[in-house]
């Protein structure tokens, strides 16, 4: 709780008790009443403003983003609060107007770091016959390592020694179906790894 | 991590002016005059016409265009607002379109005239209309946006339907000063279909240009 002589700015919890209590006019009300005394020029209730805010963003952004990533948007939210406070009307309700700014912020957010591009796998990756094939075909054998055994034996068969599908079903033992089903999810899940991999570096 | 930006903040908290009614009306009825400057410079003033029926169907037209330009602008004023008390005002601009331009668009074509359906039709006119309308909204979608920029809308899908809906009506209003089409089916199906497009293409490009 952020006391400033008679505002007491209580900050929104997630829960739908504390949902339905920020809903009570005095809460808004005190909300509002700082913002607004901040449009006036008084830097006193601008800064409990701020900092209250600040906590209720951090929280809006704990569950939707990493850490750092919470921070600089809460950071981007406080800033267009901001530039834009001149548009806010008090005669009507603050905290939509915040929340709806911190969701464009994160629907943002989202499209810019969700701009992924995603690279086929060609059907020469790992051959032996080109000349960077060492190293790559060494890195491939090791994320192979990561599947099931008959998926991994699919995959190798198939798109590494260039068998056809009749072929590594001969064998392996695994009717041609199965060869089918095991090299899609075998790629499937490689792609996922490789993918987990990149987003921890 | 935020303390510095908090104390920059507050250090720049200077006294504001408030985005209110009178900016809003002052953009927007701004608009209309730039959007009927524009089509009486560039089309002229129509005559008057020459026939009674002339004349009604002259007067719906603009009682028609200016009704759903005004009830958007009110809705556009309000969206510009925080809070969600007006779920729903685009159903009711809509609603409005349907009464005022195709409920008299399906009565004409099945009760009038067999001869008049060639006015449906018109393509050179069409285009010709189609285009002015587009001029005279361009100041309005304007000012409406800049509004919108300077407003707290909440409800940016809602917001960019009632500015598309709003400044297209107002630009259909100023271009009844030179329409000389007195059809109801010319003008019912081609005035419709000219804001619904607008509010279409408004529905697309606003929410890129609201920006916190």
Known sequence: ?201 | MSNDLLDKLVADAAPVRRANAVLFAALFSGGIAIAAASILIFYGLRDLPATTFGVSVMIWKAFASVAVAATGAVLVYRLGKPGRGVRGGTDKVFALIALLFAAPLVIAFFAGPESHKEWLFNGAWVLDCMRGIGMATVPVWTASVIWMRKAAPTDIAQASWAVGLASAASGTSAFVLYCPFDSVLYVGLWYMATILGIACVSRFILPGVIRW
């Open chain 1, 1 to 201: 709780m952020i006391d400033i002589g008679l505002l007491s700015l209580g900050p929104m919890r997630g829960s739908l008790r504390n949902r339905r209590e920020s809903r009570l006019p005095r809460s808004l009300s005190d909300w509002e009443s700082a913002f607004v005394a901040g449009q006036d020029g008084d830097r006193h209730a601008y800064r409990a403003f701020l900092e209250a805010a600040e906590a209720h963003l951090k929280r809006f952004f704990a569950r939707k983003a990493p850490p750092a990533d919470a921070a600089d948007l809460v950071q981007d939210v406080l800033i267009a609060l901001h530039t834009k406070r001149a548009s806010y009307d008090p005669a009507y309700p603050l905290m939509p107007w915040v929340n709806t700014i911190a969701k464009y912020k994160w629907i943002d957010w989202l499209r810019k770091t969700h701009r992924v591009t995603h690279v086929e796998l060609d059907d020469t990756y790992g051959d032996p016959g080109t000349p960077q094939q060492p190293a790559a075909g060494h890195a491939v054998g090791m994320l192979l390592n990561n599947l099931p055994r008959r998926q991994a034996e699919a995959i190798r068969l198939v798109k590494l020694q260039g068998m056809t599908i009749a072929e590594a079903s001969a064998v392996s033992g695994q009717s041609e179906s199965l060869v089918k089903v095991n090299i899609h999810r075998g790629l499937k899940k490689l792609s996922a790894f490789v993918y987990d991999e990149g987003e921890a570096i």
